[in-house]
């Protein structure tokens, strides 16, 4: 089935750093999303992305639809504390299927 | 509306015991969906309804596992039977409203243990 890597697997930071992390697949997805999980808890949906190349910001997070569309980014400015957690990218092959699929997650550790 | 609720919250059971979980999803969401999470993996998916219809079931959905959403609200997710690679944690999330379908709002997850 369709599979979506996410890389970095972890990161470990330094409060105040920019982090960078990326998704991709070998099939085209026509919807991207991008999820935080904290530890014990469902994912949170953080951005959505609808069309290649598009550029989103929800705070300081920053996330693009790749332009090959079998892709896609998220950027965290300014990272404190309580970003820690694992971020997903999750995609959908056609925006009226039902099902999404998910990558396995970047872990953050950021150090005060 | 809280949002998605899932009980339990944990569930301790001996192998080839039956579980039952319920997902109570937000009220204005016609979509709900079961997803199953192991440590160190994303979410996978399993099925979904629209309303009480179930639209698609995943491979992984074996015999064992049964789904159902009766009035288009609340859905159960039974194990028969259970096997010690049961052991996960199994999210419900839905969907739909003003938001979008492809949105999903998940609930904290019930965390099965088949010892």
């Known amino acids: 089935g369709q599979q979506l890597n996410q890389s970095p697997q972890s990161m470990f930071i330094q409060e105040g750093e920019d982090v960078s992390m990326n998704c991709t697949s070998s099939s085209i997805f026509n919807t991207w999303l991008w999820y935080k999980q904290d530890p014990g808890e469902g994912p949170v949906l953080l951005i959505a992305?609808?069309?290649?190349?598009e550029l989103t910001s929800n705070g300081r997070l920053t996330a693009q639809f790749g332009i090959t569309r079998k892709d896609s980014f998220l950027n965290i400015s300014a990272s404190i504390p309580s970003d820690v957690g694992i971020y997903f990218c999750?995609?959908?092959?056609?925006?009226?299927?039902?099902?999404?699929?998910f990558g396995d997650g970047t872990t953050l550790t950021v150090k005060p | 509306d809280t949002g998605v609720s899932q009980n339990p919250r944990h569930k301790i059971t001996k192998r080839g015991q039956n579980v039952t979980f319920r997902c109570d999803p937000i009220?204005?969401?016609?979509?709900l969906y079961w997803y199953r999470q192991t440590l160190g993996q994303g979410p996978e998916f399993l099925t979904y309804f629209q309303n009480e219809a179930q639209l698609e079931k995943s491979r992984l959905l074996s015999d064992r596992f049964s789904a159902e959403r009766p009035k288009g609200s609340f859905s159960t997710l039974e194990i028969q039977r259970t096997e010690q690679g049961d052991s996960a944690m199994y999210l419900c999330?839905?969907?739909?409203?003003?938001?979008?379908?492809?949105?999903?709002?998940f609930g904290s997850g019930t965390q099965l243990s088949v010892l």
């Open positions: 999330a839905s969907s739909g409203g003003t938001g979008g379908f492809e949105k999903l709002f």
């Open positions: 999750a995609g959908y092959l056609n925006t009226n299927a039902g099902k999404s699929t």
């Open positions: 009220s204005e969401h016609n979509r």
């Open positions: 992305l609808y069309k290649a190349g």
